[in-house]
């Protein structure tokens, strides 16, 4: 298995997946992205089917994770998975359990994680890759990251305790919940810095691009990446569109259809990957909240970014995102791999006038007709509407960023069964809760006293500049 860049014009010199497992961008500024697809035939499913049954999803994951990586021996990579995913860790051995809503949906719940969000299931698998690569290399990493609520304390949950690893995590000021600030800023630990930004997630997310663009720094710190477009993170979620698949179909050509909330494009890829390689996925819901760059996309061919003070602050905030950093994958492959357009329309077109046209490739059709996408947003009184009732018809709570994804989901679902991606438990949005049936979900043991945890953050009021002085003076 090789990987390329998306922006890479000769795809002659390609990487292994531990070559790039420890990397965020491209030195081209492009993604990578894999040279050539695995393909998932119907037997290789009953394969996948077979090993779930008898060895669970640590199991599943081992042999998933194989097909993308064949630079760590098969023994370690079991190991490696077996350690990720613990019924400690995940709240019991069902791991991605899923369970039936009601007109055919059915909720795969991902969220039983470290950090109640899905984020924990690729950050789990990150971490003990990454620990071993770095112990097998020598080497430590200081990773800087921005979160826009749940990222970030997935990952520093995750991270903890790495002795090769050190985390900094920029947040936007004022846009997380009470319980999101409680799980990150709670953590007390010289390997975890919590930095808090004036501004949206992007502006985060602009820091983060700001310091790796500094090619000097980013040498000198070693930095790494846990955002989305670390591909083992997507590799990782692969998994768990596989094991959403196997529970509801009961035989290996049943198609399924999903639904899932988005403002990076960080978890949808892995589905689109998955339907690439061959998992019977009828369609795939692009769920947005009312930041709708990406729906607006699927429905136009017209990608057209926002800038932060134009990104609403939403019922829904880890989808306030009008940047997808993972959306530059999808476009290789709508554009059949074009490396050269892919180089040009996000290195020199979107960069000078903030938008990206592909309507002239027929880009609307040929993601909903070749990659299975639809599209759709949502409110905040959808939302509401979603979590009152999904827990009057089903006696279930689920969170606003779910909500989202179920109330697309329903408007664009077809004949076959269609999962909704659970991103998170409703624990961490206690006000939309409240205000959705009328008190707050209950906050498993597991989880007491996060509100109560003393805040440990630093205020960046002083930018780029801040920022660089702060890696530098406490990296080492
Ligand atoms: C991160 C996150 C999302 C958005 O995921 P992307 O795939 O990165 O767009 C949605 N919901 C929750 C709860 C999240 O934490």
Redesign the pocket.
Known sequence: MRYRSTRQLDASQPANFCDILLEGLAPDGGLYWPVEWPRLDRSDLGDLRRTWARRGYAGLAHQVLGLFCDDIPTADLERICRRAYTAEQFDGPDIVPVSPLNDGLWLAQLSNGPTA?F?DLAMRLLAELFEYELGRRDRRITILGAT????GSAAERAMLGQSRIKVFMLSPQGRMTAFQRGQMYGIDDPGVVNLTVPGAFDDCQDLVKAVNADAELKARLELGAVN?INWARLAAQVVYYIASWLRVAPADDQPVSLAV????????ISGHIARVMGLPIARLVLATNENNVLAEFFQTGIYRVRSAEQTFATSSP??DISKASNFERFVFDLLDGDAAEVARLFGQVLPASGQIDLTAQGAVERARDVFGFQAGSSTHSDRLAAIAAVWRDCGRLI?P?TADGVTVGRRLRGPEPMICLE??LPIKFADTLIEAVGFPAPIPDRFAGVLDAPSHAIELTGGLDQLKQILVERAG
């Open positions: 969000a984020k826009s609520g749940d990222t989305s909330p988005t403002g990076n494009f960080g978890n949808i880890s989808m969170d960023h991103t998170a």
